[in-house]
């Protein structure tokens, strides 16, 4: 139900009494309600759905995640057989 | 541009300054009428036959098979990034000839327009299809103007018909298409519809999305005698998906797709990304599939990658005997997805 | 768009979906709740890759689907009355109410908008003062938020022509309600991972554990879902039933605790009828008492709504997971996407309509040698 994408705040400023910024989605720029990301900066990378900006991308974990994938694949081919699936891989999981 | 009043091409530009807007007498058929014909569209259009300004237009005598098509054109805005309704109205009903392989040669052009339309804004479209026309090496040699009341109309309709010669030889449907048929696109896909999109109230986005709006007549005549070409289509409403699957129902064959291989601007993806939109229903206004015996496909790709509308030229698919009538994609990862008619319009979403 | 391409990687997929066939042992019955991710499964054709034991049940998550007939049929009617400028998602446009749906309604000359964000329609409002602007304020925890902030706009503003036809639902009543139902096959969830960009995930490990399920919050790009179906199978195969996070790039165990704020200030939880499946207790939003003015449904009295569900439409079966498409009498005959009895036959991602978009190509002719499809 949630179509939101990633793009990066490029500017902020207050309409209205509402924080507002404008976002660049891999070259469209659109104008975006921050309100709900008070700590957001210029330069993060923000989830946009329906026009508000509802978490920041941790681009830490992005990375790391697509590091992750990277690596499986690699482990595969050095093991040749099957490879062990890993639970959580290094993630707590809450109680 | 659109705002200010051109003079250049006009005889005497007094009795229009007389009227910025338009009113329902220049539809009349009396003195507004041929004024506007005498000081907008003449000087526009420029052309012995249209000169004459008879109730219809003798044409020199043509030799050989005839296409004729038409369209009209509603398009809001009408000035958008990389396009105008003047540019549409010439170069859509001309590449609907060159689909048949015809050459355009000849067009009429109608208008409606609502009373309290500026005359500015009429001049700065006359003046793209004049512009549009010269490009495409067509002549406007007869047209028509009615004026609708203020609220009955949205501004300005334009219809346009065409008449074009298909060489001797040429015989090309959306019947013509055979099992092991390799299916060609000129280029990116969905930069027109979603260039309209970012200008679109509600929707609008900043973005350096230019239409593509193009002739395509010199593209066709370029390609057409290397032989072996057996379908042509402009995906023009409804995109790539639609015009794929009409020609699977005409020609009663399968076509697969592979997704991969479809070139797609990446700001272009990223607008369908951002609405919930997939560019392959997304309209293109200066585009062609081709769909061409596979012995060819190489040949003509070759020869499509020399003209500047069609660079990007790709083979994206092929034609099957199984599953006729359905158009189906190989996914980026492997997967099988059936791209079915869309009933309506491709609008946004926030699912 | 970065951190969204790299997530669509044709090879890792593969990859990914080798993995999980390496694992899987057993048949096992996975639900995603998302609607999102029912479409994306659908769209790039996730199920062909994973092995023939697994099975994705798609959920309710659809708001589109969801949202009660009867409040299809209020739209309409206020849609309906001169001088209404109607705002919606385009989602709603084609949803069938009991006798017509909002495109029809344009057609006899309704002024019915799409917008893309709620704000949108504020601005509507502000620029035709004279004019009596709603929004369908529709969809799950994610859109909530937006939703609530115009409405906070709207009086702040001080706008008196602008009001809000609200439907909010809830995942994890829903969750509760499907694990409850007779029949039930689901053995694992994957939660929608926007909806816990905004709620957070620590409503889930009390749902885990009641009903001894893993619950796997994911993305909705082809390596997210795959690593969230991924996640899901190591855990049953272990016996697992924890909740993890999949989607670490954009969901924390709190949530934006911003928007909660805001959503406690704007609504309130309140029982809800999910179309075709009946009433769900607590299971939605509603504005509080004290955006009552800008509540469309306070605001437009409309009656000689007579709200009718086809007796033919199975659609709350599929939502539950307990009824295939394919299996559903009306399916291919009386309902098409063409003439839809239910809102899963007109969703983009309403399982009926998937079913019958790629049956077509199963049932028609043997797939083609090059293109290897596997039945799920």
Redesign the interface.
Known sequence: MCLAVPGQVKQIYEDQGVRMGRVNFGGIVKEVCLAYLPEISIGDYTIVHVGFAISKVDEESANATLQMFRDLGVLEEELGAKAEATSGDGHEIPK | MKDELNFENWVCPLPLRDYPSIVIGHGGGGQLSNELVAHLFLPAFQNSVLQNLGDSSVLPETAGRLAFSTDSYVVRPLFFPGGSIGDLAVNGTVNDLAMSGARALYLSAAFILEEGFPIATLAGVVDRMAAAARRAGVVIVTGDTKVVEKGHGDGCYINTAGIGMIPAGVDIGPAGARPGDVVIVSGTIGDHGMAIMSVREGLEFDTVIQSDCAPLGALVADILPLGGVHVLRDPTRGGVASSLNEIAASSRVGVILDERKIPVEPEVQAACDLLGMDPIYVANEGKLLAIVDAGSADAILERMRRHPVASRAAIIGSITQHHPGLLVTKTAIGGTRVVPMQLGEQLPRIC | ???????????????????IR??TTRPWALMEV???QT?SI????????LPEEIELIHGP????CVTPLALIDQALAIASQPGVIFCS???M??VPGSTQDL?RVKSEGGDV????????AVT?ARQNPDREVVFFGI??E??A??NA?AVK?AR??GLKNFSMLVSHVLVPPAIEAIMTSPGNRVQAFLA????C??MG??QY?PLAEKYRVPIVITG?E??DVL?GI??T???LE?G?F????AY??????PG?T??QQ?LAEVFEVTDRAWRGIGVIPKSGWRLREEYRDYDAEHRFHVSDIRTEESSKCHSGEVLQGRLKPNQCPAFGNECT??RPLGATMV???GACAAYY??G??LT?????A????SAS
């Open positions: 768009m970065k951190y969204l391409n790299e997530f669509r990687d044709g090879e890792l997929s593969q990859k990914l979906a080798h993995d390496q694992i998302c609607g999102g479409h659908i769209r790039n054709g996730i199920d062909q890759l998550g659809c708001p589109v998602f385009g989602d446009l084609r495109f908008r799409v917008v893309y964000s709620p704000l949108d509507i969809g799950f994610t859109t938020p937006a902030m706009l702040q503003l929608a991972g926007h909806v960009s905004v995930y620590w490990p909705f082809p390596l690593e991924r996640r199978i190591v855990q272990s697992q924890e909740v993890e996070n670490e790039r954009a969901v924390t165990m934006n911003v928007a805001t996407p063409r969703s983009s991602e978009n790629y077509r190509f028609i002719a043997a797939a083609p090059a293109t290897s499809v």
